[in-house]
T-cell receptor, first 112, second 117 residues
């Protein structure tokens, strides 16, 4: 069965520190992979996506993610976190039917 | 491009009444729209998938008669919560997909906060 796992429910980092949010998926074919960010009471904003080509994907707000097929992972990274990055982050796997499977989310807290 | 709006952004209704939430794709034609429900500090739960001109496909456990979905045009889908009760209070998010895109991407609306008193 298809699934998405975000192992870390909460992550706390200091402002300026690097960040890595983990996402592992289980999917039979080549997946379409997405990272979204959600601020409290807001909708989802797309950070980046992968569907083919270069496995290192650059996104908005200085985020990047790397697709590793051998590890079934699509981890999100940022070299230096800003206080405004505090939010909920969701990894999602898509298919050819447009339907997504969402991970459970990782809540990021940034310490000043 | 690819903007999706929802209206209203928040709504309070009394128990037993019905409330309609609109989801519009503003600058593209959405052949498929999705409705999600999100409880506080939880992930999005897919409620149903709707295709323009067809009946919606509901996920297991979602009451079709309580959550009426209509996708009458390529730019508008509506979710009607019928006979709402306090347990229906939640954050409802819609998304839309345009056919023919290579990444099969969904574009999300800003969400609607429903509070049933």
């Amino acid at each position: 069965a298809q699934s998405v796992t975000q192992p870390d429910i909460h992550i706390t980092v200091s402002e300026g520190a690097s960040l890595e949010l983990r996402c592992n998926y289980s999917y039979g074919a080549t997946p379409y992979l997405f990272w979204y960010v959600q601020s409290p009471g807001q909708g989802l904003q797309l950070l980046l996506k992968y569907f083919s080509g270069d496995t290192l994907v650059q996104g908005i707000k200085g985020f990047e993610a790397e697709f590793k097929r051998s590890q079934s992972s699509f981890n999100l990274r940022k070299p230096s976190v800003h206080w405004s990055d505090a939010a909920e982050y969701f990894c999602a796997v898509g298919s050819g039917t447009y339907k997504y499977i969402f991970g459970t989310g990782t809540r990021l807290k940034v310490l000043a | 491009g690819a903007v999706v709006s929802q209206h209203p952004s928040w709504v309070i209704c009394k128990s037993g009444t019905s409330v309609k939430i609109e989801c519009r794709s503003l600058d593209f034609q959405a052949t498929t729209m999705f409705w999600y429900r999100q409880f506080p500090k939880q992930s999005l739960m897919l409620m149903a998938t709707s295709n323009e001109g067809s009946k919606a496909t509901y996920e297991q456990g979602v009451e079709k008669d309580k959550f009426l979905i209509n996708h009458a045009s390529l730019t508008l889908s509506t979710l009607t919560v019928t006979s709402a009760h306090p347990e229906d209070s939640s954050f409802y998010i819609c998304s839309a997909a345009a056919s023919g895109t290579v990444s099969y991407e969904q574009y999300f609306g800003p969400g609607t906060r429903l509070t049933v008193t």
